[in-house]
């Protein structure tokens, strides 16, 4: 994704020109390492939701397939972010009690870069369709190791728009469970997309695998399918 180039610069320099122990705790890399990173969509229980609603593949396809029908996808989905965000606490909790403080510093800067997206897109700040996108197109992004073309990421948006306001859970569910969904995938899309760009400065054959590892366990978990029927075209995301 050519934005993340333009947010994610300084993160990804972190690893070229501090101390590798600052680096290696700093870097968006260093989150692929720290933690079992098939642990972190658990986090939040309105994500672990929507991921049981999509309990099989071809229930994620046919719901992928609605919601490509609107062209234009549903109105954003926003939630309030006033006052402290919590779930880089709760991701942190699963490093080790010395390494918390700093994943949960790490956590919370790649949220506040995520805005740069939001700008970048013109995306409502607080927009759920918007953070689910991220996190999905970055996700890609890690498994294949590869940029995501910008003018593909607006139609993904619109249809992550309309498959959250077809999912029950959302409709009554609580502001602060939005807030934490938001706030998760925000993040993981953050740490995805930056440890990818990272490696394009700095290859590492050890840390491209795990990231590799974990951006395949996400779409696994999310789709229930295997990560590499994930493909993105002009209208969307699918599952081939």
Avoid at 85 to 104: C, R, W
């Amino acid at each position: 994704m050519h934005l993340v180039r333009r947010t994610l610069a300084l993160a990804a320099v972190l690893c070229l020109v501090q101390s590798p122990v600052h680096a290696q705790m700093y870097s968006p890399g260093y989150a692929v390492t720290g933690a079992p990173m098939s642990n972190f969509l658990s986090s939040s229980y309105l994500t672990q939701s929507v991921v049981n609603d999509l309990s099989t593949p071809k229930r994620a396809q046919a719901a992928l397939a609605g919601a490509g029908r609107s062209k234009d996808g549903a109105g954003a989905l926003t939630v309030s972010t006033r006052g402290p965000a919590t779930m880089p606490a709760k991701l942190a909790a699963h490093y080790p009690a010395g390494q918390q403080a700093k994943a949960k510093a790490l956590f919370e800067d790649l949220l506040v870069r995520y805005r740069g997206i939001e700008k970048q897109f013109d995306i409502p700040h607080g927009d759920l369709g918007g953070a689910l996108a991220s996190f999905l197109v970055a996700s890609w992004m890690g498994l294949h190791n590869r940029s995501f073309p910008d003018e593909r990421f607006p139609p993904v948006v619109a249809q992550m728009r309309s498959l959250l306001a077809a999912q029950p859970e959302l409709a009554d569910a609580p502001m602060l469970d939005r807030r934490e969904m938001y706030e998760q995938m925000a993040i993981l899309g953050m740490l995805m997309a930056g440890t990818q760009m990272a490696l394009q400065q700095q290859p590492d054959a050890a840390t491209e695998q795990r990231m590799r590892e974990a951006a395949r366990g996400y779409l696994r978990q999310f789709f229930k399918a295997d990560a590499e029927r994930v493909s993105f075209g002009p209208g969307g995301l699918q599952l081939d």
